[in-house]
């Protein structure tokens, strides 16, 4: 038999604004666990334009036009995972010159400038001084609004140098 003070009690809360879960927070499946991924793109002195979130499986070439789209690049210096017609091609009608190092299994290589390719530590070196906040390298924040700030904030005191 119920009790009688069983039921004057309202039920769960009515959730209005659901997290979404593990894919509508980029939190995705890598060889490491569950991960995410943070594309950057810096400028000539290394300081971040633009970034994106993105899960830890997705390929880094799915979330480049995006992010080529955020920014006019004159020159686009990235390693061979962006080697993709589509990027190219995009970088070509933005009269954009593309540094990417071909594909092993590309048929027709394009030519890319090996000195001006070793410029791109600078993004390396921007993922680094990132990472040494603790909280940008572990992703203590659930959802991707939380960690998208902290990349932002991240992201801001690198312009600030501080």
Request: glycine share 6%; proline share 6%.
């Amino acid at each position: 038999m119920a009790q009688p003070r069983q039921y004057d009690q309202p039920g769960a809360p009515a959730r209005w604004r659901r997290q979404g879960g593990a894919e509508a927070n980029a939190i995705g499946r890598s060889r490491g666990g569950l991960t995410s991924k943070v594309h950057l793109v810096v400028d000539a002195l290394g300081l971040p334009v633009a970034f994106q979130v993105t899960g830890g499986q997705q390929h880094d070439s799915r979330s480049a036009l995006a992010l080529i789209a955020k920014v006019e690049p004159s020159c686009l210096l990235g390693d061979k995972a962006y080697d993709a017609d589509a990027i190219r091609d995009d970088l070509k009608a933005r009269d954009a010159m593309a540094v990417i190092p071909p594909k092993v299994n590309r048929k027709a290589p394009a030519p890319f400038d090996k000195d001006l390719y070793k410029a791109r530590v600078l993004v390396e070196c921007t993922i680094n001084l990132l990472k040494q906040a603790r909280r940008f390298a572990t992703r203590y924040e659930k959802t991707l609004r939380n960690y998208a700030a902290v990349v932002a904030i991240g992201c801001a005191l690198l312009w600030l140098r501080i």
